[in-house]
């Protein structure tokens, strides 16, 4: 595990997937209380068993076919970012052995092929299906849905670009959430998953207090779970 450690009761925790892991952030009551990484996100989860809610940037809740309404609620949210949006495959084509046979199973089963990119992710969305049926604080954000709810404005700047960057950082700081110009071990991480991290947290802090919402009317999966993406 590796971060800085909690300087007060953190409440919210957000994570985000990279490539070498998870990277998560923590707000309590006085905005940032820390920014940690780590290989599987169990052990994230197992760090802060106190906090009362944890929004995951990764889908939560895999169709059997066709696509989720959550993810084209919140395309048609984004506007002009609507491409940052990560259009969940079926569960068949993310338990295909190989990128092709899950491509061809994704048009057979939504009309649509599937990209090298999103099959890439299949393991961290398998992950999170091991671990969020047995946390009930566990629930689905998308950090620019929340950057959007933020600023109740579309983005104009990608989140790859400076100018991009510092609209993120600016509306996290009127947010109260200012992070601090080291993170510790966390320091190795990409920007912009610590930055999405914090926009998760913004969105599990206001699950804290009842005014989250979801992008859509929530439907129901294959094993009973309520899905959609909360901000």
């Given at each position: 595990m590796n971060g800085l450690a909690s300087t007060g009761s953190a409440v919210a925790?957000?994570?985000?997937?990279y490539k070498a892991g998870w990277?998560?952030?923590?707000?309590?009551?006085?905005?940032f209380e820390t920014a940690f990484a780590?290989?599987?996100l169990e052990a994230i989860v197992a760090q802060f068993p106190d906090v009362v809610a944890i929004g995951v940037d990764i889908p939560i809740g895999l169709p059997e076919r066709g696509r989720r309404r959550c993810d084209l609620a919140a395309a048609a949210m984004l506007g002009p970012r609507r491409s940052s949006v990560f259009l969940t495959p079926p569960r068949a084509a993310l338990l295909a052995p190989t990128h092709a046979a899950a491509?061809?199973?994704?048009?057979?089963?939504t009309g649509n092929g599937l990209s090298q990119q999103?099959?890439?992710?299949?393991?961290?969305?398998?992950?999170?299906?091991?671990?969020?049926?047995g946390d009930p604080r566990i629930f689905e954000v998308h950090p620019e849905v929340s950057f959007r709810a933020m600023a109740d404005r579309h983005l104009l700047s990608a989140k790859g670009t400076w100018a991009g960057m510092w609209d993120r950082l600016d509306l996290l700081n009127r947010q109260g959430i200012v992070l601090p110009r080291s993170l510790g071990a966390a320091d190795a991480v990409s920007p912009i998953d610590l930055i999405d991290a914090a926009a998760a947290a913004w969105s599990a802090?206001?699950?804290t207090g009842g005014q989250a919402m979801p992008v859509s009317e929530p439907e129901i999966d294959s094993v009973g779970r309520l899905v959609s993406i909360w901000y």
């Open positions: 925790l957000g994570v985000d997937a990277v998560a952030v923590t707000i309590g009551d006085r905005g780590a290989s599987r491509s061809a199973i994704c048009v057979q089963l999103a099959y890439a992710l299949r393991t961290k969305i398998l992950e999170v299906e091991q671990v969020a049926p802090r206001r699950q």
